[in-house]
């Protein structure tokens, strides 16, 4: 049973334009969810959060927004850089037990 | 720096031999835990260990042993009972209590 899903494997985006990626979980007790982001051959590294008494948390080009009453979160990045092309993986925290992940989002952004 | 460490970057193995993946912190946390990524799949949950000489088995064990003798050590071996063991290992940690992990660099082994 995947809770924390990522239907979307990959997105293709043009460079200085907003890339979106979505993320949907199916429990509602979940608290807090995080983004993280991968490069290949590298571990995860923690990009911006989001407690689930806010709709929104923003740091420079990235804004999480989180929707509960949909079960939706999504990570916008404005404007996309070519550095920005990687996996990005959203998780969820249900108080102090481990992380579920989703599947991942593979970013492309073109030139 | 405090941080995590994963050895060896690359590990080949032929099949039918155990082999054991290293992680190491200093990040002075209580918890620790072990992922495999494979194409498509994501993160999965191989083991965790939220305290010295205690660990639970995540969502894909069958194959794979863990000892947390120390609070900075967390290794994993890769049995020979393994189906599929030719994967990208991840090792991470946190503060149990504290949201978010800090993760190792990665191990790929390769099975041949």
């Known amino acids: 049973d995947q809770q924390v899903k990522q239907n979307s494997p990959s997105l293709s985006v043009q460079e200085g334009r907003i890339s979106i990626l979505n993320c949907d979980y199916t429990?509602?007790?979940?608290?807090?969810f995080l983004w993280y982001k991968k490069y290949p051959a590298e571990g995860p590294t923690f990009l911006i959060s989001i407690s689930s008494i806010k709709d929104k948390n923003e740091d420079g080009r990235f804004t999480v927004f989180l929707n509960k009453s949909a079960k939706h979160l999504s990570l916008h990045i404005v404007p996309s850089q070519p550095g920005d092309s990687a996996v990005y993986f959203c998780?969820?925290?249900?108080?102090?037990?481990?992380?579920?992940f989703g599947q991942g989002t593979r970013l492309t952004i073109n030139p | 720096d405090g941080g995590i460490t994963q050895s060896p970057k690359y590990l080949f193995r032929k099949e039918g031999q155990n082999v054991t993946l290293s992680c190491e912190q200093n990040?002075?946390?209580?918890?620790m835990y072990w992922y495999r990524q494979d194409p498509g799949q994501g993160l999965r949950l191989i083991y965790y260990s939220q305290i010295v000489n205690d660990f639970q088995k995540g969502d894909i064990a069958e194959g794979y042993s863990v000892s947390r003798e120390k609070k900075e050590s967390f290794p994993l071996t890769v049995t020979s009972a393994q189906k599929n063991p030719t994967a990208f290992y991840l090792c991470?940690?946190?503060?149990?209590?504290?949201?978010?992990?800090?993760f190792g660099s990665g191990t790929r082994l390769t099975v041949v």
């Open positions: 429990n509602s007790m979940f608290d807090y």
């Open positions: 998780a969820a925290a249900l108080g102090a037990q481990k992380l579920v």
């Open positions: 991470a940690s946190s503060i149990p209590g504290r949201k978010g992990y800090t």
């Open positions: 990040l002075n946390h209580d918890a």
